[in-house]
């Protein structure tokens, strides 16, 4: 991407399985040069081996909350005592350096980024069905059946918010599916967005509908 263009604002969400998080990773350690790491700021103390502005922009309970009433996080969600938020000036500047950056936060999240920045492209990750959503969880060893079935029963709800998302992506295979982001991506940022349509969620309703219901049935524990 040429640093003369403008970059855009992206948020991915997904069900927790569809390997979002790995798509995100080898994306920037291919693309890297294309993509901004979006960093967020946090109240919680530094883990071992974190540095500042790397990792986080590590700020006071006190700072943190000036910040929100200022308007200087794009979104912002606080856990076990502690706030994490997304700085609306670090992303701005990678922005205007030509840089698009992506947000990987929940459905909630992606609705209030969008409201504030209606230009943002908002995608969805899911797997190719909910069985196999459903194999992934179980695959991973390390969960027990009633965090999966709470894991699926939430993707049903999270199923439900998919339509506010401009693009689906389907990740049956890992290499392809980065590759895919990346020419969505690339193909907004060059204003050929068209070439994007079949990966736009009204292209892909019947599909949706069928994972929503296959995960309703999970959910109900058949």
Request: glycine fraction near 8%.
């Amino acid at each position: 991407m040429s640093l003369a263009k403008k970059g855009i604002l992206v948020v991915v969400s997904g069900f927790s399985g569809a390997g979002k998080g790995t798509i995100m990773k080898n994306l920037m350690s291919r693309y890297g040069e294309s993509y901004g790491l979006s960093i967020s700021a946090t109240t919680r103390a530094p883990r071992p081996g974190e540095a500042d502005g790397k990792d986080y922009f590590f700020v006071s309970k006190e700072q943190f909350e000036t910040m929100i009433p200022e308007e200087k996080l794009i979104e912002y969600a606080k856990y076990v005592d502690n706030y994490y938020g997304t700085p609306r000036d670090f992303v701005e500047k990678q922005l205007e350096a030509g840089k698009s950056v992506i947000l990987e936060i929940e459905i909630q999240g992606a609705l209030k980024v969008k409201n504030k920045f209606p230009d943002t492209r908002l995608l969805f990750v899911t797997a190719p069905s909910a069985e196999e959503l459903k194999n992934r969880l179980v695959g991973r060893g390390t969960e027990t059946k009633e965090v999966i079935e709470a894991r699926l029963s939430r993707a049903y709800e999270e199923s439900l918010g998919i339509e506010n998302y401009d693009y689906l992506v389907i990740n049956d295979d890992l290499e392809r599916c980065v590759d895919h982001v990346h020419s969505i991506l690339e193909n907004e940022c060059s204003q050929h967005s068209e070439e994007n349509s079949g990966d736009r969620v009204s292209a892909n309703i019947d599909f949706i509908k069928n994972m929503r219901n296959e995960l309703l049935s999970f959910s109900k524990g058949e």
